[in-house]
């Protein structure tokens, strides 16, 4: 089992940054595929970020040269710096992990732990 918990999400005006922290528990952090998920009011829930174990890392079009996905394996915590924030960014930001190999991964069926999320708000 992994435990993810987030944190860092709040409030922002656009054009903000916010950092958001992912910390996980319960496996060998090194060997998990970290990424990045978010769900709007009335929308489905989306990718917008993945990273490898070895530190590959792969982006949403829409979040692309804004975000950037991190990992410190000695601290076991996942980052997402988001930069430019837009009002269309405001969410609920979810991190899953999964200890299988294929990447890259940008289906939510690709991971098996999820955490509760944090929100976060862009206003304009």
């Known amino acids: 089992q992994v435990q993810l918990v987030e944190s860092g999400g709040g409030l922002v005006q656009a054009g903000g940054s916010l950092r958001l922290s992912c910390a996980a528990s319960?496996?060998?952090?090194?060997?998990?595929?970290m990424g990045w998920f978010r769900q709007a009011p009335g929308k489905e829930r989306e990718f917008v970020a993945a990273?490898?174990?070895?530190?590959?890392?792969t982006y949403a079009a829409s979040v692309k040269g804004r975000f950037t996905i991190s990992r410190d394996n000695a601290k076991n915590t996942m980052y997402l710096q988001m930069n430019s924030l837009k009002p269309e960014d405001t969410a609920v930001y979810y991190c899953?992990?999964?200890?299988?190999?294929?990447?890259?991964?940008?289906?939510?069926?690709?991971?098996?732990?999820w955490g509760q999320g944090t929100q976060v708000t862009v206003s304009s």
């Open positions: 990273i490898s174990q070895g530190g590959f890392s």
């Open positions: 899953a992990a999964d200890q299988r190999t294929t990447w890259p991964k940008t289906g939510e069926y690709e991971y098996d732990y």
């Open positions: 319960g496996r060998t952090f090194s060997r998990l595929i």
